[in-house]
């Protein structure tokens, strides 16, 4: 199949979309998509001698600077001392700085260093240039659609928090 046309090679959902047929193609697609847009970074995660959750930890933070542990913490689904690995590893390799917060000084709240948003943005990079090709392909009508799912898969209480990554700290 040309690359190019993959789409046009994508069957159409049918009227009986709720068919487990047609939910299980939507499992398969999330599962592979999910593999390979992931696989589009690791080498360059590889090269600087990190993993995939230490990218989320530096993804997260460059997307809201000042963030708090327990704030990551919620965000990535993980246990402390997983997130405390991770954080530690980060902080080690001069890329994650950790300070007290300004209305809780118990808390710490994580920002980047200048090689850490440097590492962030190269890698995001290559995510984004994934993900624009994908909804090139696609179209608008598609996109939205896609966000419409996948907000759809969050259960509720989550939905204001992802909503809400995009607007300034408070």
């Known amino acids: 199949m040309d690359d190019d046309n993959f789409l046009s090679q994508v069957p159409t959902a049918s009227a009986l ?7 299980r193609r939507g499992i398969e697609y999330l599962f592979f998509a ?27 933070i460059a997307r809201r600077p000042g963030l708090t542990i327990s704030d990551l913490l919620l965000l990535l689904g993980i246990t402390k001392q997983s997130l405390g690995r991770v954080i530690k590893e980060l902080e080690a390799r001069e890329l994650v700085a950790t300070r007290p ?40 009508a598609a996109v939205t659609g896609f966000w419409q799912v996948s907000e759809a898969l969050l259960p509720p209480r989550e939905r204001g928090r992802v909503a809400r990554l995009g607007e300034p700290p408070r």
């Open 101 to 140: 917060g300004n209305r809780d000084r118990r808390q710490k709240e994580l920002r980047l260093t200048d090689a850490g948003r440097a590492l962030e943005a190269s890698v995001f990079g290559l995510l984004r240039d994934a993900m624009s090709r994908a909804y090139t392909h696609a179209g608008q």
């Open 17 to 23: 979309f709720l068919r487990e047929d047609e939910v």
């Open 34 to 60: 999910h593999g390979s847009l992931w696989r589009a970074i690791d080498a360059r995660l590889a090269e600087q001698g990190i993993g995939r959750a230490h990218y989320r930890a530096l993804y997260f």
